[in-house]
């Protein structure tokens, strides 16, 4: 993000009402790559290409503020290939990590990744130390760490319909997995603000959370999650989930989470209602229905149907329904910043 871009969304996280209401996307590669022209692999194993295509997006829409900004990583495949699982990369596929855990038995001797050596966790951090550079003379400050959460790497690592059955099956060893895995998610983010001290944000990105109910969200999400965000020092703390969210907004504060991108399963007034006053909200437009698939009216229309149906626009972020989605068009983008600019 720019410096001024960060300034305005600390002021907002702060609760100051900002002159008009900011835009933002989390933008990386199921729609950047293929939006800038190239492919997703040529996207991952190009530095250059990588760094051009972030380029490009900050300068067609210089008054978006994307998130995390030049996001360096291998889709799914980023934390879990720490963890020695066998990756897949397609030209134009989104890359796929396979499950490595036989059964929940074989937990016990998963071993523990260093984020500084393993997989491709230190590519994918020498990638932002080399860039540091021109991602700073172009004007932009490399603000955050970022991490899948602990509840989706754990799925990739078991497969998600054993790792959710296993919740009810085998509960010991399903909070053994999330006790490893996030002090693996921990040590990651942790190696990240060292290497880069510009770092004052958190990213940390689970959808699995909306898949559990109340009783074992608390049990198997909520701790997890405190532990990552609660305490860390950083000004921003920013959770997208977006899967369904009823369950886990209202803990959201609790978490000492102040940035939510959330689904498209609820509008933002409903999401207020659940986390309270001092989460700011970053949503929510339709992804694929309107951004990716929809004219340039239909993402004004619901733009302004958003902006009318807010009684305050205190906290909010306008954005779509969870990240940018692949086939997304410039002019869809455009739309939507001539919408929020009209009001």
């Known amino acids: 993000m720019k410096n001024d871009q960060w300034r305005e969304l600390l002021s907002l996280l702060g609760g100051e009402k900002l002159e008009s209401v900011p835009c933002g996307f989390i933008i990386d590669s199921p729609w950047l790559p293929n939006w800038a022209g190239m492919s997703r692999l040529d996207y991952m194993s190009s530095e250059q290409m990588w760094f051009q295509a972030n380029l490009k997006a900050n300068r067609e829409f210089p008054e978006c503020w994307f998130f995390p900004g030049f996001w360096s990583e291998f889709g799914m495949c980023s934390e879990t290939s720490a963890f020695g699982v066998k990756l897949r990369f397609g030209e134009n596929e989104f890359p796929f990590p396979e499950k490595i855990l036989p059964d929940l038995e074989a937990v016990s001797s998963l071993p523990a990744p260093d984020p500084r050596t393993d997989g491709l966790l230190p590519m994918i951090l020498k990638r932002l130390v080399v860039t540091r550079e021109r991602i700073e003379t172009e004007g932009h400050t490399i603000r955050f760490a970022i991490s ?123 999401v207020r209602k659940l986390t309270g006053p001092r989460v700011t909200l970053m949503g929510n437009v339709p992804s694929v229905e309107v951004m990716a698939e929809g004219t340039p009216e239909a993402v004004r229309g619901s733009v302004k149907n958003i902006l009318q149906s807010l009684e305050s626009t205190s906290r909010v972020i306008l954005s779509c329904a969870g990240g940018m989605p692949p086939g997304v068009p410039t002019e869809n983008i455009q739309a939507f910043l001539e919408a929020a600019r009209e009001g």
């Open 148 to 270: 899948r959460g602990p509840l989706n790497i754990a799925s990739f690592l078991a497969g998600t319909t054993e790792f959710l059955t296993a919740i009810k099956t085998e509960p010991e060893r399903v909070r053994l997995l999330l006790d490893k895995v996030t002090a693996f998610v921990s040590d990651w983010l942790e190696v990240q603000r060292e290497s880069l001290p510009s770092i004052d944000g958190l990213l940390i990105l689970d959808d699995i959370v909306g898949f559990l109910g109340e009783e074992d969200f608390r049990e198997f999400a909520l701790p997890y999650l405190k532990r990552l965000f609660k305490g860390s020092g950083t000004a921003v703390r920013f959770f997208h989930n977006d899967s369904p969210c009823l369950v886990s907004a209202p803990y959201l504060e609790e978490c000492e989470i102040n940035l939510f991108n959330f689904g498209m399963q609820n509008t933002l007034q409903e």
